[in-house]
């Protein structure tokens, strides 16, 4: 069997090109929420850059040829790293990483420099990629598999790259007279570099379906959520409210609906500005989210108006949910315009039904039915003296 390298050169050529278009065309589009991609880009230009420099080192001098393709391939090999490094764990790759392309390079050089055969270069050369790609399958085994499921895919043709280097690396520390040369006719030379590159091609692929995978759940949860507050809008509310209420339902249980609307908040924007406003607003939503469960449902109605569903709670249990939170949000001293503090308070208005006690209208229950009495008692809690709440 006879692997022609020069043609395993070009098919990586046109791999790597490939590679480099497609992240091009991604980093226009999703480059504002994924940054990394650009670390990608930059290493698979790097590394095509590295490919074309292979070549050349048939006509040019030893030194400066090895040193100059090992340079960009394990430069490319760095951003790829920090590209890893960034999307996953969210934070910029520890400096001492960089450190393996000079390192790298100056074991090339001193072997040059020894005059090592060109198989101990592979060798060297080989290894270091080999162990390039080790923290960035620790990331991805370690911390991958609760992100993108294309962070899979990019975890195995990393495996791939590296098995593929080592094992290059220890066959031409074993079988020398296979790396006699780049043109050297055989198998195992041009199979082994054949399979290195083109799992790195796999990876930059996958790696760009995963950033893809994000954003597309990122445009599911801002399509889902008050870009404000973190809520559920309107729409998605009225909806996990409709599955809440048939959950319970169908295993009998209680359920509450409470719908909050702050007190005087127009006064709060007129007279501090729509910035203090907006901080008010999260800072309820705040509030709240840190007195529920995850099983309930909180969303923003619109304007200053919110509404909790309270699925397996009583009228005892709601009741003192609601009064937690109105407490809460009182005690919270918010700083207005010119540095004055200032208190905010919070009407609410709950009904609660219960499937012994409601045995009549159970079954015709509908979440529209909940809100119109959550509305009346809110209207009662207002007309009180607001800073209260009101069951039904």
């Known amino acids: 069997m006879h692997i022609d390298t020069p043609t395993v050169l070009i098919a990586l050529l046109i791999g790597y090109s490939m590679l480099v278009l497609d992240l091009a065309v991604a980093r226009r589009s999703l480059l504002a929420v994924q940054p990394a991609l650009r670390d990608w880009l930059i290493g698979s230009v790097l590394i095509l850059l590295g490919l074309v420099a292979i070549p050349l080192r048939l006509w040019m001098p030893v030194v400066p040829g090895v040193l100059l393709t090992n340079a960009l391939i394990t430069a490319g090999m760095a951003c790829y790293t920090r590209a890893i490094w960034r999307f996953v764990l969210g934070r910029t790759m520890p400096g001492a990483l960089w450190l393996f392309t000079p390192l790298g390079l100056v074991l090339l050089l001193g072997a040059v420099l020894a005059q090592a055969t060109y198989p101990r270069l592979i060798t060297l050369s080989s290894g270091v990629m080999a162990l390039q790609v080790v923290p960035m399958l620790v990331v991805l085994v370690r911390h991958g598999r609760a992100g993108e499921t294309s962070l899979r895919t990019v975890a195995v043709t990393w495996a791939l790259c590296c098995m593929a ?81 048939e959950r319970c339902r169908r295993d009998q249980q209680p359920i509450a609906l409470v719908l909050f609307d702050l007190d005087h908040f127009k006064q709060v924007n007129d007279q501090h500005g729509h910035l203090v406003g907006d901080q008010v607003l999260r800072q309820f939503a705040a509030s709240v989210r840190s007195r529920i469960r995850a099983s309930d449902v909180f969303g923003r109605m619109g304007g200053e108006e919110f509404c909790l569903g309270l699925p397996g709670t009583d009228r005892a249990g709601a009741w003192r949910v609601v009064e937690e939170v109105r407490a809460g949000i009182e005690a919270i001293a918010f700083t207005g315009r010119e540095g004055c503090h200032m208190h905010v308070t919070v009407s609410a208005g709950v009904v609660s039904v219960d499937p012994v006690r409601d045995q009549q209208h159970w079954r015709a229950l509908s979440i529209e039915s909940l809100y119109g009495q959550a509305d009346d008692q809110l209207y009662r809690a207002k007309q009180q003296g607001r800073n209260q709440a009101a069951m039904a």
């Open 165 to 245: 280097l080592a094992v290059r690396a220890l066959h031409a520390e074993v079988d020398p007279g296979n790396y006699l040369s780049l043109d050297q006719p055989g198998w195992v030379q041009g199979f082994l570099l054949l399979a290195g590159f083109i799992s790195s091609v796999g990876a930059g692929f996958g790696f760009v379906l995963a950033c893809l995978e994000r954003a597309a759940r990122q445009m599911e949860h801002l399509a889902a959520t008050d870009g404000l507050t973190g809520c559920y809008n309107r729409t998605v509310a009225q909806t996990m409210l409709g599955h809440a209420l």
